[in-house]
């Protein structure tokens, strides 16, 4: 257990920070691929944290979650039995036709779509599904998909941010503050409406020279895309069932990871894959790097530094004037560190310290709405600020498609005006709409 945080920085905090500053500019620099650069970040903080006594072995391992690991490993097998069936080559057709050509249509048509799944599945399991079509309709058009999948993760992370099961941290808050999803929806959906349409406009001002007009003549026939019919509905049967369970497992006390397994052994069961070749299309790069990943915040997190930056709202918060400043800073403060870290060990970190304001006489429900706004709009600003960032960069590196590759530095170019811009439309509502949030 992590012992009692002092209220100044110490050594422990500042070694772990040190060890994560050193280990992400490891990563952004690419000297060396980020799932290597992650897993030396990690040695070396079980490592140091060992030895000045703040981060053990089995801590480390603790710091590991297995839900969303898990959850990565379901989903990639599922859609590893999807892809040979030509589902994805069908909805990658169709798509292509209905945006006759306009590649600012299709951007809004795929945003929309994953915007709109995202506010009731897991955001990560929506771009699994649908970074692979992307780079189907891609090849269909003869363009670039870098545009396009970069525009469905951010507005995905967006989407998601609108509802009580759309993101994971949400799902804490939700249990925290005793907020129900038709509470949550009303509360966090006029505002993520606004900042969505928002950040819409910016995206496709920020990709205007990507998105041309195709001239390419689309007289490809969907139905025959479908390679085995019976897989399909086989494989879809599975989905299905993860996606009703997805709607309801937070009802039902079952973890996401858990949901998606069972997909997994009903698709097992049906097509008997050959387990090599099925595992064989897993990423194990991605499920790497989210688990050393997830072993360096550990250590930052048992060192103190999250839980002392958490202490530094209680001040202004404990002052009802404050209130609004409080909410804002919180919602920032929130924001970059999804931006910097994986943003549920910040979530977890920052509801007791919320909580502990109630006990002092402090009306929290403001902050707990600031808190899902930052968490949810700050995992946009760098490629490793949220999970489904990084779906969908090894996408874009195993298409082969030229000029389809995301570079931290190109995701950073796009995704910090995003962040920032949605998190000053979002401060803006909240400011004006303050006493809605009360």
């Known amino acids: 257990m992590m012992t009692e945080t002092p209220n100044e920085l110490t050594a422990h905090m500042l070694i772990s920070l040190a060890v994560m500053l050193g280990a992400y500019i490891l990563i952004f620099s690419e000297i060396l691929h980020r799932t290597s650069s992650a897993i030396i970040g990690a040695v070396v903080m079980i490592g140091i944290g060992t030895a000045a006594e703040f981060y053990t072995q089995d801590q480390a391992i603790m710091a590991i979650d297995g839900n969303t690991i898990l959850l990565l490993t379901a989903m990639m097998m599922v859609v590893a ?34 915007s709109l799944i995202s506010m009731f599945l897991d955001n990560v399991t929506t771009i ?23 525009a469905e993760v951010m507005l995905a992370n967006i989407g998601g941010a609108a509802t009580l099961v ?7 808050i939700g249990t925290a503050g005793d907020i129900d999803f ?44 479908i390679h ?84 530094q709202f209680v001040d202004s ?41 109630e006990t002092m006489g402090v009306n929290i429900t403001p902050l707990w709405w600031a808190l899902a706004m930052g968490v949810g709009l700050g995992g946009n600003g760098t490629h490793i600020g949220a999970t489904a960032n990084l779906i969908a960069i090894t996408e874009s590196e195993r298409c082969g498609i030229k000029g389809a590759v995301i570079t931290p530095v190109g995701w950073m170019k796009v995704g910090i005006p995003t962040m920032f811009f949605s998190l000053i439309i979002a401060s803006i509502a909240y400011t004006l709409f303050f006493p809605t949030f009360m």
């Open 317 to 357: 918060a404990s002052d009802p004037e404050k209130m609004l400043l409080t909410g804002l800073m919180l919602m920032w403060c929130a924001a970059i560190m999804s931006a910097i870290i994986d943003n549920i060990p910040f979530t977890i970190t920052i509801i007791p310290i919320v909580l502990g304001l």
């Open 182 to 225: 038709t509470r949550f929806i009303i509360h966090m959906g006029p505002t993520i409406l606004l900042v969505w349409s928002c950040t819409v406009i910016l995206i496709l001002f920020l990709f205007r020279k990507h998105l041309q007009k195709v001239e390419k003549h689309i007289d490809l026939d969907e139905t025959k895309a």
């Open 166 to 172: 759309g993101d994971p941290p949400n799902i804490m």
């Open 81 to 114: 039995m999807l892809r040979p069936t030509g589902g994805f080559e069908y909805v990658a057709i169709v798509l292509s036709k209905c945006s006759r050509g306009d590649s600012r249509l299709l951007l809004i048509y795929l945003s929309l779509a994953v």
């Open 228 to 311: 085995d019919s019976g897989a399909l509905k086989r494989s879809f049967f599975s989905l299905a069932v993860i996606i009703v369970l997805f709607f309801v497992h937070h009802h039902l006390d079952l973890y996401p990871a858990y949901v998606a397994f069972v997909g997994l052994c009903i698709v097992l069961a049906l097509e008997r894959p050959e387990p090599g070749a099925l595992f064989g299309q897993v990423n194990w790069s991605v499920i790497a790097f989210f688990t050393s990943l997830f072993i360096i915040v550990g250590g930052v997190e048992q060192s103190g530094l999250l839980h002392w930056i958490g202490l």
């Open 128 to 150: 699994i599904i649908f970074a692979p079509i992307t780079i189907l309709i891609a090849r269909i058009l003869e363009i670039n998909p870098m545009p396009f999948l970069m």
